[in-house]
């Protein structure tokens, strides 16, 4: 498919899983209404962002009750659907998880986050998501029959050779849940979004959940869309919304023929490859 249009819901996460579910359901149907193609739910959509609330949301995606309501939304809904991610539960790990859904709410791939957020800036912000996260080892790229799809978990975003070697494998979206604080925010993350977006030359949602000073830590919003060329073609702010972008595919092409930049990489001289 040459054009969709895609939908950001930037959740407002709370502590309480049943009310998290319903409101991704409704802002799915809100997107379907307004004639989106494409779902993309925020990083820990179900689940307060601590490490205790992890291991106390946790599901086996055997039996989620999260994935069974979102996957019969996208059914009922027609809906492609990144399930941001949520906290999974498998042989007595826990795995920070996107789960991607068909319009027939069939699984068709999901990405475990490789990189975990360890971040320690005195007086401003101390945490530790190895504490309780187990890292994932499979870079994920999906072919769908509106594009084909790349997935990566926030911190992910910080490292460009994974983006890279996407790029490579032909992703033309990008989609990136991620939840970013009140002090990495600001500084690097529109920064990163747009950065990606050029290295590579290809389209990144990134989506956030909304701002909430309820919770210990604070998410700072501003999902955001950016086409090949880095522009920003959907933005929110810190609150509770839902962005909507057209994605014109051929738009890679025409970026890439202007400034051929993975046509002029130095392969004599390196490379990314994949392990």
Avoid at 14 to 19: E, F, G, P, S
Avoid at 81 to 106: H, Q, R, T, W
Avoid at 186 to 212: G, I, K, T
Wanted: hydrophobic share 45%; charged share 25%.
């Amino acid at each position: 498919m040459k054009y969709f249009k895609i939908a950001v819901c930037q959740m407002k996460v709370v502590d309480d899983k049943a009310l998290n579910i319903k409101k991704a359901v409704n802002m799915m149907r809100e997107a379907a209404q307004n004639k989106a193609d494409m779902v993309i739910l925020p990083e820990m959509f179900n689940c307060p962002y601590d490490n205790e609330k992890f291991r106390e949301y946790a599901e086996n995606r055997t039996d989620s009750r999260t994935l069974q309501v979102v996957s019969a939304a996208a059914r009922k809904f027609k809906l492609h659907l990144v399930a941001g991610s949520i906290p999974e539960a498998e042989d007595g790990k826990i795995y920070n998880s996107s789960f991607i859904f068909n319009p027939e709410g069939v699984l068709i791939g999901h990405h475990r986050k490789l990189h975990l957020f360890d971040i320690d800036i005195p007086g401003e912000i101390s945490f530790k998501e190895s504490e309780t996260i187990t890292s994932g080892d499979r870079i994920t790229v999906l072919e769908t029959v509106i594009c084909r799809l790349g997935v990566a978990i926030c911190y992910d975003i910080r490292f460009p050779e994974l983006l890279r070697l996407m790029a490579l494998k032909g992703v033309e979206l990008m989609v990136i849940p991620g939840a970013f604080n009140q002090k990495t925010g600001p500084a690097h993350w529109e920064v990163l979004v747009r950065s990606r977006a050029v290295d590579n030359q290809f389209f990144v949602a990134a989506a956030s959940p909304a701002s909430n000073e309820n919770l210990s830590y604070i998410a700072y919003g501003h999902s955001m869309v950016v086409d090949p060329w880095g522009d920003i073609i959907a933005r929110s702010g810190p609150d509770e919304e839902i962005i909507y972008a057209e994605i014109n595919i051929s738009r890679i092409a025409e970026v890439r023929k202007e400034l051929p930049v993975l046509i002029n990489r130095r392969t004599d001289l390196y490379d990314v490859v994949e392990k």
